[in-house]
């Protein structure tokens, strides 16, 4: 090493130290103080976090495997398993933006693979600053670059996402990548190591200097200085990675593979001691045996680094040489470079020579938890005292909706999705651009819906409200489809947890999320927290990304968002409320979110789920789309975009009830936009009757044509096509 580190070069703090000392009953040398540094980071460690989550529901029916492993796993029917998970790379992304977002790709494909599950589909969710300003425009390429070139080469659907931007995000972009995988229930593996004398093997990608420290980066506020770590951000090979799973998922066929364990954050240093934690045991590595591809490597380097395509494995004692055969036939090292033990330590040699040894618990279970001080945030005063009847009502509607038709919150994110492939496989069934995916379970009639959503607006103005309204709409996105929502993994991204106000945007985001999936019925399976999203002391908006997944049983019902036939009846589920607070209308209005975000009715959302569900199961409705950004006018637009030729348009005619601006841009909840054939209204309105869930008729489907009136007094009135080719050309024209 350059020079003896201390406990702050480590992010470590001093009575985090001196606890250590008193763990160990001496002073730490530096390989020991280099594995707590990362092991007690707060990406590792989730030391401020902890007992906070434990608020989430984890368990269900349908939970097979819930937190604590490297993937959730939940039951999907007929002896399927979809395991799931999301993780951030905002960091490195915000340093190397392709890279960063490559390598987050790779890292969330290893831990669903990891649990023996073949990759299926990708996700992600992303946050940038205003792409008016030529860094961010660099960041977002880069970073899109990134997931679909790493993505693309693996052989895996990126199937679905969302793309927002805010000026909070202009220092501290957010990277969320989702990845899900199908596996039989009997074929599950879990990343255990156990069995006294078991060999320990690295196999995959040869070890290099790449991300040493890489978790302890993700756990400070970026500055300046950020840009000298650049050293911390991994570089990804696709093409290993695609060679690795295979070999993995081959490999796990057999029956005597231990346990397995992708290399992720922190490396060698948390897969061996995880392992070894779930094991109830110890872990004994030998640095001087792990293969390199960089010469005169410590072992304190060999522990840390975060190199990428690598993967631990315990196997029965005897089998390494079926291991290493698998492996060859890939072109991949497979080499042994320890053993499990029963004395509950993690022991790092180098040629044999002990040079490290910590209690495998310390690493673990000891790491500090704290309860930081929450205050509600002072801005809520001015936000929630914003009065909208201030708010002018719009001289030109029909320019009103081009605005947020065109704003890059709202405008089509094809510019985006065109550059990953999302039919590979040939699984994809609804493809990006509705309210979620919906891949094919082949050989059987069942298909499984992705989404991931968060409105970090709602969250900025209401914590508890945005968290609950996260969850509701993804289950409202998975439901409009067919599916049921059946589980949610997060990626809960928030600035630093020992600013009081930001604590208290956590800890609320959680409770509502919390009680919306105990409602609702979608018990948290996995997740990641990312603290630290901030750049001189100034914070992200709160947002607590829901990934989501439902089950269709029968592909052939599945529904999307586009008209299907002209004279169709347009008909809304649900209630709309006299609200205008977070909306993207009035975001684009007054240049920030002002006001209260749209109100929460759980059980209102869970009826309206349910009576869409069986409308489409009955196979009554023609579309189902989810009201969100932008309101009924954008969702109007939007299924007129998707509608079939000849079914491209709307005539909508709404009562008096309220302003205008809210009737038609305010985004109340619990909303769904339906299509019809006016000869089955009698059986809507039964089966809406029985959910107790209004439903008012609101007009037709046309041709190329939206046209909204309120009492008979025409408000917009455009040519579909001529607004679609402002929604479909907004983001590439700026990226062009």
Same mark, same amino acid.
């Given at each position: 090493?350059?020079?003896?580190?201390?406990?702050?070069d480590?992010?470590?703090?001093?009575?985090?130290?001196?606890?250590?000392?008193?763990?160990?009953?001496?002073?730490?040398?530096?390989?020991e103080?280099?594995?707590?540094?990362?092991?007690?980071?707060?990406?590792?460690?989730?030391?401020?976090?902890?007992?906070?989550?434990?608020?989430?529901?984890?368990?269900?029916?349908?939970?097979?495997?819930?937190?604590?492993?490297?993937?959730?796993?939940?039951?999907?029917?007929?002896?399927w398993?979809?395991?799931?998970?999301?993780?951030?790379?905002n %960091?490195?992304?915000?340093?190397?933006?392709?890279?960063?977002?490559a390598?987050?790709v790779? /890292?969330?494909?290893?831990?669903?693979?990891?649990?023996?599950?073949?990759?299926?589909?990708?996700?992600?969710?992303?946050?940038?600053? !205003?792409?008016?300003?030529?860094?961010?425009?660099?960041?977002?390429?880069?970073?899109?670059?990134?997931?679909?070139?790493?993505?693309?080469?693996?052989?895996i659907?990126?199937?679905?996402?969302?793309?927002?931007?805010?000026?909070?995000?202009?220092?501290?972009?957010?990277?969320?990548?989702?990845?899900?995988?199908?596996?039989?229930?009997?074929?599950?593996?879990?990343?255990? @190591?156990?069995?006294?004398?078991?060999?320990?093997? $690295?196999?995959?990608?040869?070890?290099?200097?790449?991300?040493? %420290?890489g978790?302890?980066?993700?756990?400070?506020?970026l !500055?300046?200085?950020?840009?000298?770590?650049?050293?911390?951000?991994?570089? *990804?090979?696709?093409?290993?990675?695609?060679?690795?799973?295979?070999?993995?998922?081959?490999?796990?066929?057999?029956?005597?593979?231990v /346990?397995?364990?992708?290399?992720?954050?922190?490396?060698?240093?948390?897969?061996?001691?995880?392992?070894?934690s779930?094991?109830?045991?110890?872990?004994?590595?030998?640095?001087?045996k792990?293969?390199?591809?960089?010469?005169?490597?410590?072992?304190?380097?060999?522990?840390?680094?975060?190199?990428?395509?690598?993967?631990?494995?315990?196997?029965?004692? /005897?089998?390494?040489?079926?291991?290493?055969?698998?492996?060859?036939?890939?072109?991949?090292?497979?080499?042994?470079?320890?053993?499990?033990?029963?004395?509950?330590?993690?022991?790092?040699?180098?040629?044999?020579?002990?040079?490290?040894?910590?209690p495998?618990?310390?690493? #673990?279970? !000891?790491?500090?938890?704290?309860?930081?001080?929450?205050r509600?945030?002072?801005?809520?005063?001015?936000?929630?005292?914003?009065d909208?009847?201030?708010?002018?009502?719009?001289?030109?509607?029909?320019?009103?909706?081009?605005?947020?038709?065109?704003?890059?919150?709202?405008?089509?994110?094809?510019?985006?999705?065109?550059?990953?492939?999302?039919?590979?496989?040939?699984?994809?069934?609804?493809?990006?651009?509705?309210?979620?995916?919906?891949?094919?379970?082949?050989?059987?009639?069942?298909?499984?819906?992705?989404?991931?959503?968060?409105?970090?607006?709602?969250?900025?103005?209401?914590?508890?409200?945005?968290?609950?309204?996260?969850? @509701?709409? @993804?289950?409202?996105?998975?439901?409009?489809? *067919?599916a049921?929502?059946?589980?949610?993994?997060?990626?809960?991204?928030?600035?630093?947890?020992?600013?009081?106000?930001?604590?208290?945007?956590?800890?609320?985001?959680?409770k509502?999320?919390?009680?919306?999936?105990?409602?609702?019925?979608?018990?948290?399976?996995?997740?990641?927290?990312?603290?630290?999203?901030?750049?001189?002391?100034?914070?992200?908006?709160?947002?607590?990304?829901? /990934?989501? $997944?439902?089950?269709?049983?029968?592909?052939?019902?599945?529904?999307?968002?586009?008209?299907?036939?002209?004279?169709?009846?347009?008909?809304?589920?649900?209630? #709309?409320?006299?609200?205008?607070?977070?909306?993207?209308?009035?975001?684009?209005?007054?240049?920030?979110a002002?006001?209260?975000?749209?109100?929460?009715?759980?059980?209102?959302?869970?009826?309206?789920?349910?009576?869409?569900?069986?409308?489409i199961?009955?196979?009554?409705?023609?579309?189902?789309?989810?009201?969100?950004?932008?309101?009924?006018?954008?969702?109007?637009?939007?299924?007129?975009?998707?509608g079939?030729?000849?079914?491209?348009?709307?005539?909508?005619?709404?009562?008096?009830?309220?302003?205008?601006?809210?009737?038609?841009?305010?985004e109340?909840?619990?909303?769904?936009?339906?299509?019809?054939?006016p000869?089955?209204m009698?059986?809507?309105?039964?089966?809406?009757?029985?959910?107790?869930?209004?439903?008012?008729?609101?007009g037709?489907? $046309?041709?190329?044509?939206?046209?909204?009136?309120?009492?008979?007094?025409?408000?917009?009135?455009?040519?579909?096509s #001529?607004?679609k080719?402002?929604?479909?050309?907004?983001?590439?024209?700026?990226?062009?």
């Open positions: 090493m350059a020079h003896k580190p201390h406990f702050f480590v992010g470590l703090r001093k009575s985090e130290y001196e606890k250590i000392v008193e763990i160990l009953a001496r002073e730490p040398n530096d390989l103080l280099g594995l707590f540094g990362v092991m007690w980071s707060e990406h590792c460690g989730y030391k401020h976090s902890r007992a906070v989550l434990k608020n989430f529901p984890t368990k269900g029916e349908q939970v097979l495997q819930g937190p604590g492993e490297n993937a959730g796993i939940v039951d999907v029917g007929d002896g398993a979809l395991a799931m998970k999301i993780e951030s790379h %960091h490195p992304s915000a340093i190397e933006p392709y890279q960063g977002a390598t987050g790779g /890292g969330i494909i290893r831990d669903v693979f990891t649990m023996g599950a073949r990759p299926i589909a990708l996700l992600n969710s992303l946050r940038f600053g !205003s792409l008016e300003k030529s860094h961010q425009r660099r960041l977002f390429e880069g970073v899109v670059a990134g997931i679909g070139g790493y993505g693309n080469c693996v052989g659907p990126t199937v679905g996402g969302e793309v927002h931007f805010s000026p909070s995000y202009a220092g501290n972009p957010l990277v969320n990548a989702m990845c899900a995988g199908l596996v039989r229930h009997k074929d599950v593996v879990r990343g255990v @190591a156990s069995g006294t004398d078991n060999p320990v093997m $690295v196999v995959g990608a040869r070890t290099g200097r790449d991300g040493i %420290h978790a302890t980066f993700a756990s400070e506020e !500055s300046e200085a950020s840009e000298e770590k650049r050293p911390a951000v991994q570089v *990804g090979d696709p093409f290993m990675e695609k060679l690795l799973m295979e070999a993995c998922l081959e490999l796990m066929e057999k029956d005597f593979v /346990g397995i364990q992708d290399l992720g954050a922190a490396g060698l240093t948390s897969s061996a001691s995880e392992t070894a779930r094991g109830g045991g110890g872990i004994e590595i030998d640095t001087s792990v293969p390199r591809r960089e010469e005169g490597m410590t072992p304190y380097e060999v522990m840390l680094s975060e190199s990428q395509e690598r993967m631990l494995i315990i196997v029965q004692r /005897g089998f390494e040489g079926h291991v290493k055969e698998v492996f060859e036939r890939y072109g991949l090292a497979a080499v042994v470079i320890g053993k499990v033990t029963d004395d509950g330590v993690l022991r790092v040699l180098d040629k044999k020579k002990v040079v490290g040894e910590v495998v618990g310390a690493l #673990t279970d !000891s790491v500090p938890a704290y309860h930081p001080e929450k509600r945030p002072a801005y809520l005063e001015e936000t929630e005292s914003w909208p009847n201030l708010l002018p009502l719009p001289n030109d509607w029909n320019g009103t909706l081009k605005k947020l038709l065109s704003s890059f919150n709202i405008a089509s994110k094809e510019w985006v999705y065109r550059q990953y492939d999302h039919t590979i496989l040939t699984n994809t069934a609804i493809h990006p651009g509705g309210d979620a995916a919906l891949v094919r379970i082949k050989g059987t009639t069942r298909a499984v819906a992705l989404t991931t959503d968060c409105n970090e607006r709602y969250c900025y103005l209401d914590p508890y409200r945005g968290g609950a309204l996260a969850v @509701a709409e @993804a289950a409202r996105n998975t439901a409009v489809t *067919g049921r929502p059946l589980a949610v993994t997060d990626c809960l991204n928030f600035g630093s947890p020992e600013n009081p106000e930001i604590f208290y945007q956590f800890t609320e985001s959680i509502g999320m919390s009680d919306a999936c105990r409602v609702l019925n979608t018990p948290v399976i996995s997740g990641n927290v990312s603290f630290y999203n901030e750049t001189e002391k100034e914070a992200i908006y709160p947002t607590p990304v829901v /990934g989501m $997944v439902g089950v269709l049983e029968d592909i052939n019902k599945r529904c999307t968002i586009g008209w299907k036939e002209k004279g169709d009846s347009i008909v809304l589920l649900g209630k #709309t409320q006299d609200e205008l607070g977070g909306s993207e209308y009035v975001n684009l209005m007054m240049n920030k002002l006001g209260k975000p749209p109100q929460l009715d759980l059980e209102a959302e869970s009826r309206v789920i349910e009576c869409c569900l069986e409308l199961d009955a196979q009554l409705i023609h579309s189902a789309h989810d009201l969100s950004d932008g309101g009924l006018a954008v969702a109007l637009a939007e299924s007129s975009f998707a079939k030729k000849g079914a491209s348009g709307a005539r909508i005619d709404l009562k008096e009830i309220m302003r205008a601006d809210a009737l038609i841009f305010g109340s909840q619990a909303r769904i936009l339906i299509s019809i054939d000869n089955q009698d059986q809507l309105h039964q089966i809406a009757a029985r959910h107790k869930v209004p439903m008012q008729t609101i037709e489907v $046309v041709a190329d044509q939206l046209i909204i009136s309120v009492e008979q007094q025409t408000l917009v009135d455009e040519k579909t #001529t607004l080719s402002i929604w479909q050309e907004a983001i590439g024209c700026k990226m062009a």
